[in-house]
Structures are given as C-alpha cells and as structure tokens.
DNA sequence: ATAAAATGCTACTTAATTTTAGTATTTCTT
DNA sequence: AAGAAATACTAAAATTAAGTAGCATTTTAT
C-alpha cells in the first residue's frame, strides 16, 4: 500500500507550493525546500505543467506557478497523473481483467476501505492542506 | 496507492490456498489455478515458507500447506512480510525520516485514511475471507 | 551584445523489481 | 534401482522506475 517515488514527489511539490498558492517557485528553489534530484524534479515540473496544474514561465526569472486555483486542485487528480487512476482503483489481487459481475471475498473486504482512500483523495485540494498549516522542512 | 506486484502475489496465493484450507497445493497445481508465472511462484511459496505462513513438504507428493490456522494469518502480515510495513505506514510525502513531533497538514489530512487501510488490514484474517466466498478463478 | 538564470527536449545510465534458467535435493511410484 | 514429480538455492536476464547529462531555447540583467 504505497504510492510510487514520483507519485509521492508530485505531493511534496505541489503541497509546498500550495504554501505561498501565488508565488512561483523555481526548480532550484523547490530543490532546496523539498529535497529532490534536481534534475528528475525539473522533469516532474515539466510533467505537473503538461498535465495543467502548473504553468511555467521561462527566461531568466522565470518559474512555476499553479495554473488553476490550489482549492481546484484535488489530491487524486495529481496521483492520477502519475500513477493512473488504477494504481488505487485497480484489483487489489492484481488481475488485470476481472468479471466484476462476480466480486471474490478479497474484493468485497477491500471495497470499503479503497472508497476510503479514494474519497480522501477526491475530497482534499491542495487548499486544505493550508487549514492546519505547520511548517515543515 | 497500490501494494507491489509480489505483494498482489502473495495475497492472491493465500487466499486461494484458504479456500480448502487443509489442502496441499503445489506450485503448478497453484499456476494453473492464479496464473503466476511459475517459476515466480515458485520462489513466493519458498518465501511464504520462510515467513512462517505455509510449510512445504519435498518430493513427488510434495507441496504446501498452512503452517498455521487460516484464522490466525492477517492480511498486514501478509503485505507486512513482502513489501514491509513501512510500505503501508509510512510517510504519505515519501520522507525518510520526518520529525514526527510537528505533524503536516498532509499527514494530519492522511492519518485517518491511513489508519482505516491498516485497520482493515490488521483484522482481516484469511479465514474472513471464506464468509463470502465465491468461487473466482 | 553578452552573460546569467531559468525551462524544454531527448537520450542515456543506474537501480529496483520481476521473470527466467540451471542445477541440486527430496520423496514417491513402479 | 530408476524415473517422475515435487521443492530449494543461486545466478542471470528482462523489464520498469528513478535519476543524470547534454544541449537548445527563452527571458532578463548588465
Ligand atoms: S473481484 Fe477480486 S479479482 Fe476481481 S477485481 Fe475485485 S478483488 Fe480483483
Ligand atoms: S508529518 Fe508530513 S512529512 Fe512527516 S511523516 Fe507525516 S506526512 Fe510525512
């Protein structure tokens, strides 16, 4: 029960970003506040930007900035874009295709706490994380 | 959010095992039934052995069986022995190691779900999985 | 103009996970 | 005794995920 590498530096960006939701944050900033590769952080940048949580600006004083409002910005949205959606909807035994007609034990025990997860992550924005804000780094 | 592939492994061996409980499978008689890849399979079950969850016996009318009651092995101990507990409990943000003392938004919002998914985990026996059981092969 | 500081693209490298192979050993059947 | 059918051990190969490098481009400061 995990998140990818990547999945989890997504969250640490944008949940740092969220902070200061207006400011834009270079890659170099963001390495020294969050503590990822440099250069695999500019790439995540690069992919948080095409999949449109973020817009970057180049140039000299250039950088990132969200591109919609942190509160539009939903926890699973930003696991679906690295993860897949599948990687928490998906059968917890592994198969790739299952008769849903028919839910084995494994299925029926896991539902409930899957929805858990999943409502979690549908029902936080970047936003409320600023509710009990405590700095952390 | 997603539990390795070994670990979907592991709970798709057991939890078919469970389904006769006293019975003796074998790694082929298992492939035919899960579709691991048999060979895979076959260094799982030694694992599982290891673990304490299933004890083989050698030669021709060889094969595994429960170590102990089908009621007294949980789910947690399952992921547990594959992929760690670390896996399920760990940090959300993906920290090594967090001053645990100041907690962070993200982990305040987290730490519900988390527990939830463990809960669920921790009480789920193989045995449970047997109340509704439909045959899925 | 030129240099600095930033992002973007593409390819490569390294590390971790998953899969396969070879060989040895055990036990049962005949 | 020989062969079949099983597990055990170890190494290697293949695949996937994570991290690195080089170079191009954009914009600003001087
Ligand atoms: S019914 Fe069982 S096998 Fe099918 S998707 Fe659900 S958990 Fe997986
Ligand atoms: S407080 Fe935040 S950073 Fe620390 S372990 Fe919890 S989620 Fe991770």
Redesign the pocket.
């Known amino acids: 029960m995990n998140f990818?590498?990547?999945s989890k530096?997504a969250l640490r960006i944008l949940s740092h970003m969220a902070k200061d939701e207006t400011a834009q944050?270079?890659?170099?900033?963001l390495h020294e506040d969050i503590n990822?590769?440099?250069?695999?952080l500019?790439?995540l940048?690069?992919d948080l930007?095409?999949s449109g949580f973020i817009k970057?600006?180049?140039?000299?004083?250039?950088?990132?900035t969200f591109s919609r409002s942190a509160s539009q910005i939903f926890l699973s949205e930003i696991v679906d874009s690295v993860d897949g959606f599948e990687s928490i909807n998906g059968c917890i035994l592994g198969y790739d295709s299952c008769a849903f007609d028919y839910k084995c034990p494994m299925h029926v025990i896991w539902q409930e706490t899957k929805q858990k997860v999943i409502n979690t992550l549908k029902n936080t924005s970047l936003h409320d994380l600023r509710k009990n804000d405590l700095v952390f780094d």
């Not at 990822?36 to 695999?40: E, F, H, L, S």
């Open positions: 990818s590498k990547t530096y944050y270079s890659a170099q900033q990822i590769p440099v250069r695999y500019r790439r940048l690069t930007s095409k970057s600006t180049h140039g000299r004083n250039g950088g990132f």
